[in-house]
C-alpha cells in the first residue's frame, strides 16, 4: 500500500511540476542513485551498483536529450559535454568498479544542480519585480474610481 502511495505521490508532483521543477528532480534522481550506485561500489555489492549507476545514466541522458539548441546553441553544446562527461563517468564506474569515477559525475552534477537552484531563485527575483500592483494604477483620464463589474 505504501509503495502505491509513493508512486502516485510521485506522479502528481511530476504532473504538476513547472519545467524548472523538473529540471530540479531530474537532478536530484541522479544525484541520489549515482550516490546509492557509490555506496554500493563501496560495499562491494556490484549488482546493486550497476542497478543505481545505470539509473543514474539513464537519467543524465534525459537531461542531454532535453536541450533545445534552437534557444541557445552554444549553452547548450557546453551543456551537453557537461553531461557526457558525467555519463561517461558513470558508465566508466560500472565497468571499472571506479569510486572515484562516480565522484567526478557527482561533482558535475551538484555542481549543476546549484547553478540550476540560482537560475531558478533569480528568474523567480525577476518574476516578482515585474508584478504591479493594478490596484494603484490610475489610468489617464480617470477619475481613480474603482470598476465595477456589476451592470
Known amino acids: 500500500m505504501a509503495v502505491d502511495s509513493n508512486k502516485t505521490y510521485l506522479r502528481d ?3 504538476t511540476a513547472s519545467p524548472e521543477q523538473l529540471q530540479l528532480m531530474l537532478y536530484d534522481g541522479a544525484i541520489r542513485f549515482a550516490r546509492q550506485g557509490r555506496d554500493a561500489l563501496e ?3 556490484f549488482e546493486t551498483a550497476f542497478e ?3 539509473r543514474a545514466q539513464k537519467i543524465v541522458l534525459e537531461m ?3 536541450l533545445n539548441f534552437d534557444v541557445d546553441r552554444e549553452l547548450c553544446e557546453r551543456m551537453s559535454g557537461l553531461y557526457m562527461f558525467a555519463y561517461r563517468k558513470l558508465v566508466d564506474a560500472c565497468c571499472q568498479h571506479a569510486v572515484g569515477d562516480v565522484d567526478d559525475a557527482l561533482r558535475v552534477l551538484e ?3 546549484q547553478t540550476w537552484v540560482m537560475l531558478v531563485d533569480k528568474l523567480l527575483k525577476l518574476d516578482a519585480s ?3 500592483d493594478l490596484s494603484t494604477q490610475v489610468p489617464a483620464g480617470s477619475t481613480g474610481g474603482a470598476l465595477s463589474v456589476e451592470g
Do not use: T
Open 13 to 15: 508532483a511530476v504532473m
Open 43 to 45: 560495499a562491494k555489492d
Open 52 to 54: 543505481r549507476l545505470s
Open 64 to 66: 542531454q536529450q532535453g
Open 111 to 113: 555542481y549543476e544542480r
Open 130 to 132: 515585474q508584478v504591479v
